[in-house]
């Protein structure tokens, strides 16, 4: 069993708060040394056990708030990453796992060990010899200028695959195909398929998604204009074109792994992405 656990949570709502304070107690009375990310810590006055996210080397992360809490501690935490679980309090919550009434439930569930693991892979990029942080859900170009459109070639390997004039291009993982991608009408890759997803958003020359093997190498090359930014995961940002006016992306070596209960992709899928809530939780 597990005995070091990271607890991250948004901490611009007194339920997330509360609900941190009493997993510490929780783990703690299991015996589990406790480490907060520094914020969280000082809002509930525990500062002794707090630990920046690029040092918090734990067995297991909780997190409390949404599909954003988990990609910002996903995208800092160091490698290898420990399992998530992953408690919601956002909008939409498709990569949580139990609402804030359950998470107690829930962590003596794991205690148990009556659970699974989820693993997701994720998507490294590359500017010359610089990494970006790996995405999880996906890698983002878009032009630093409001109504600006982007021309990009797409290079797989050697070969030009298509020159794309956009608003943006996203390259997408299997899990971040049912995000922003999605939104931008790309497909959703089954989670058994071994790929990733280019989407171009709003394209002005005929551009659907193409679906990659997670073998390849994808290139962005920036045409015009002469800077973009690159964005991941929402969160990371940085600009592009200066010094290299292309982006690689393939599939990470490392992953990013979850606690679950029960339930599957397409239960997960069709309850908090597809239609209503209405069927919630219950069905997992």
């Known amino acids: 069993m597990p005995k070091t656990v990271g607890i991250v949570a948004r901490t611009d709502r007194k339920e997330a708060l509360d609900l941190a304070s009493q997993l510490v107690e929780r783990f703690k009375l299991e015996g589990f040394g406790v480490l907060l990310e520094t914020t969280l810590a000082d809002r509930i006055g525990q500062g002794d056990i707090s630990s920046p996210l690029e040092n918090m080397r734990t067995d297991l992360v909780v997190t409390i708030g949404?599909?954003?809490?988990?990609?910002?501690?996903?995208?800092?935490?160091?490698?290898?990453?420990?399992?998530?679980?992953?408690?919601?309090m956002g909008v939409r919550g498709f990569l949580t796992e139990v609402p804030p009434e359950r998470a107690l439930e829930a962590v003596e569930k794991y205690l148990e060990g009556?659970?699974?693991?989820?693993?997701?892979?994720?998507?490294?990029?590359?500017?010359?010899?610089?990494?970006?942080?790996?995405?999880?859900?996906?890698?983002?170009?878009?032009?630093?200028?409001l109504a600006k459109l982007l021309h990009v070639r797409?290079?797989?390997?050697?070969?030009?695959?298509?020159d794309c004039r956009a608003d943006g291009v996203i390259v997408a993982s299997r899990v971040g195909s049912t995000a922003y991608s999605f939104s931008a009408d790309g497909p959703i890759l089954d989670p058994e398929l071994d790929a990733f997803v280019l989407t171009p958003v709003c394209p002005v020359t005929f551009?659907?998604?193409?679906?990659?093997?997670?073998?390849?190498?994808?290139?962005?090359e920036l045409l015009k204009p002469r800077t973009a930014t690159v964005v991941i995961d929402g969160d990371f940002q940085l600009e592009i074109g200066k010094k290299e006016s292309s982006i690689l992306v393939r599939k990470s070596e490392y992953e990013s792994s979850f606690i679950r209960f029960g339930g599957d992709f397409y239960q997960r899928l069709k309850a908090r992405l597809l239609f209503s809530r209405e069927e919630g939780y219950e069905n997992e």
């Open 66 to 88: 949404g599909d954003g809490t988990i990609l910002r501690t996903c995208l800092r935490i160091p490698k290898p990453e420990p399992p998530i679980l992953a408690i919601d």
């Open 114 to 145: 009556s659970h699974s693991i989820e693993h997701y892979s994720k998507i490294a990029s590359f500017m010359g010899k610089f990494r970006l942080p790996d995405a999880l859900n996906e890698v983002f170009i878009t032009s630093r200028y």
């Open 154 to 162: 797409i290079w797989k390997g050697k070969f030009a695959v298509a």
């Open 207 to 220: 551009l659907r998604p193409i679906v990659f093997p997670s073998s390849s190498e994808v290139t962005l």
